[in-house]
């Protein structure tokens, strides 16, 4: 199994709503990204996972709560998102956290979420 | 924060044109990474140029990458339609170990259109 998947595909809450997102990989990697992506924009990082460990949080506001359940699974939970967080949120991983030469990464789908 | 910048932002061409695209950044680097994404979806992984290599090929892709003036170029060569996409670079750099902080910095990207 050589992808990353996520759930749900499509995602529309209101403000006041509590919603998560998921992914989910079978490739053994030990990292793990959250990225949020704006329409003609580059992904820009969330956090990041390495051994179920939160390593990396770029700041990001705490309506957003990530969780890594296991080795395999990524969680992001939402909470009173605002409108302007609607983006594509992507989830990637990758084989080994650091190391200069083999941190290419592998994507999901996406998850589209829009914040009426 | 985006340290790649990319150019051209679009580019137009015909079936069985070459498509060359640039990529500068900014700090020193572990590896340069391109990808390319199709419309809101996720990205897909092209081809990893460590900083000590200075040319790699991947079927039809070439990608060079000069750290003396920081930038690097992505070729593709005999274009299909099916190339088109947004093309995105990304830079790992290194921490005070010199080991990876484990997470890439996109740039901006190219958005790539081959005609039929």
């Known amino acids: 199994d050589t992808e990353v998947t996520q759930t749900p595909k499509h995602l529309v809450m209101g403000m006041t709503n509590k919603k998560s997102l998921k992914c989910e990989q079978h490739?053994?990697?030990?990292?793990m990204y959250w990225y949020k992506q704006k329409a003609k924009k580059p992904p820009e990082l969330m956090f990041v996972?390495?051994?179920?460990?939160?390593?990396i949080n770029e700041s990001v506001p705490s309506r957003f709560s990530p969780e890594c359940p296991n080795s395999s699974l990524l969680n992001l939970h939402l909470h009173a998102l605002q409108p302007e967080d609607s983006a594509l949120y992507l989830c990637?991983?990758?084989?080994?956290?650091?190391?200069?030469?083999?941190?290419?990464?592998?994507f999901g789908p996406g998850t589209r979420l829009t914040v009426l | 924060s985006q340290q790649g910048e990319e150019d051209p932002q679009a580019l137009s061409i015909q079936e069985g044109e070459n498509a060359t695209m640039n990529c500068s950044y900014k700090?020193?680097?572990?590896?340069l990474q391109w990808y390319r994404q199709n419309s809101g979806r996720g990205l897909v992984h092209l081809i990893l140029?460590?900083?000590?290599?200075r040319e790699k090929h991947s079927g039809r892709l070439r990608v060079t990458l000069d750290t003396s003036k920081k930038s690097s170029s992505l070729l593709i060569t005999a274009s299909r339609a099916a190339d088109t996409a947004s093309y995105f670079c990304?830079?790992?750099?290194?921490?005070?170990?010199?080991?990876?902080?484990?997470?890439?910095?996109f740039g901006q990207g190219t958005i790539l259109t081959v005609h039929p």
């Open positions: 996972y390495s051994y179920e460990k939160l390593s």
């Open positions: 990637a991983s990758s084989p080994y956290p650091a190391g200069p030469g083999n941190n290419e990464q592998f």
């Open positions: 140029i460590r900083s000590n290599e």
């Open positions: 990304a830079t790992d750099s290194p921490n005070a170990g010199g080991t990876s902080y484990g997470k890439l910095t």
């Open positions: 700090t020193s680097i572990n590896n």
């Open positions: 490739m053994g990697h030990r990292a």
